[in-house]
């Protein structure tokens, strides 16, 4: 399970937005099948669910793309206060958990 994990971890990375733009719509289309499937009196309750989930990761995905956006922000900042140091570059580390 662990390799699996490594595996998703590394692939994600590797796409880009129109790839997981890709995946995203297919997992759409999967959940339209899925609801069509659904008995009419087991409907409401489905959705009611499906809706709370959506709404939660909506949140949660708006919330941190304007924190990263807004971190963007600050480094264009920085970087044109600091203009006469052009001496190497930056680098983004990103710090795997083990």
């Known amino acids: 399970m662990k390799k699996l994990a490594t595996f998703l971890n ?3 990375l ?27 009196e087991r409907k409401k309750p489905i959705m009611i669910i499906s809706s709370l989930i959506f709404l939660v ?7 941190r793309f304007v924190l990263e956006l807004s971190e963007d ?17 930056v680098m983004r580390i990103v710090a795997e958990d083990e």
Do not use: N
């Not at 880009?16 to 995946?23: F, V």
């Open 10 to 12: 590394d692939y994600v």
């Open 14 to 40: 590797e796409c880009d937005w129109k790839d997981m733009a890709l995946i995203k719509t297919c997992v759409c289309a999967f959940g339209v099948m899925l609801g069509l499937t659904v008995k009419k």
């Open 57 to 63: 990761t909506a949140c949660l995905t708006a919330v």
């Open 73 to 89: 922000d600050f480094e264009e900042d920085f970087e044109e206060d600091h203009k006469d140091d052009e001496e190497g570059f």
